[in-house]
């Protein structure tokens, strides 16, 4: 019985909005006012303009980051966001953010993006993937690739990459370097018989809750898989995946209505007074940003590592999708990149 009540106070904490992150056990606590100080570190976060990734931006700076990178396909989100940022925090922090326009879809630029990075530090503590295309209908890519996996996987695998000898300097320095997945329950929805085998079965139409919840599996596989590889030559470069919660932002409450024009509501107002806020969404994703040891979790709202489902555990499925994914990416970019010998390396 008892099991069965911490079960309960655990989903309603990893979930919900409100007093929820009250209920959860005492070791799993966390909060935003418990985010240690991190001056003198730098962060690099795709999604950083709106919602949850807003958040974490803005946590940060308050927690004395030295500089933040932000990546995110609208330069009208980041004018926004800077304006909030300049009001509530002051134009000495807000001149702590360099921005860069790139859709995460468009791998090339991702990749010039990282490059453009790369030019400006030699040093990144923190990197949240963040940016995501929301629970919308099935589209290719330019390259011909399902938009949810280029998006939320690829260009993300991309943008890691390419900062890879970063992190490992960083982390060589006696940093601790801390990479962060914004995963989600929905990964649940993604379809049993998941393989990750080929191109045509990316491309595949699941419908929005399918794409999206495969592509987040995605995200959970390629953090696990990072902390295989990447941790195990490199202990102090960590790699966790999150999920945020059921939270109150432009993904739940505008995207939804582009497959669901009228379902939509029952997320976008039905569920509005159970939500979290994007600070509580950010809590899980700023406690393995800044203050956890562990690697290869999946960490819920406050701080509560679960397991995920079973695909989300198998180790060989994430081999498998990062091998689908060195082969994509090497095949559609081949002329742009790997023949002018980007070695595209993975850890
Ligand atoms: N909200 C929830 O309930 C919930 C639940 C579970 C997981 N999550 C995950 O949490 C993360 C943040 O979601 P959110 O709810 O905070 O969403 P949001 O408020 O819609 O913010 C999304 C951010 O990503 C950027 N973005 C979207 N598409 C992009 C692209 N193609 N290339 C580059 N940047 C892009 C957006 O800026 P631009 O518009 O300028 O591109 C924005 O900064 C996502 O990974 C999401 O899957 C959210």
Redesign the pocket.
Known sequence: MAAVIDTVKSTIAENFGGPSHSVASKEHQFSLEEVPDVSGKIAVI?????????ACVHTLLSHGISKVFI????QS??DEAHKSISQDLGEELAKKITFFE????NWSNVAKTAKKIADQTDRIDILIN?????IMTYQLTEYGVDRHMA??HF?HVILTSHLLPIFKATAKNGNTVRLVG?G?N?HQGTPSDCKFASLDELNQDLGPNGQYGRS?LAVMLYHRYLARHLSSSHPNILSNSV?????D????TQ?IHEPYPIAGYAMSAGMQPFKKS?WQ?AVSAMYCATKTQATGQYVCPPAIPEAGNELAQDEKLGEALMELTVKIVKEKTKEESVEKGCPFSLY
């Open positions: 795709t999604g950083g303009t709106a919602g949850i990734g807003y990546i995110s396909s609208n989100s980041f790139c859709d995460m879809g963040d940016a995501a295309r929301g998006v939320n260009g914004l989600s929905a987040k999920h945020p919660g059921f939270v932002t432009k993904m739940s995207d994007q969404g």
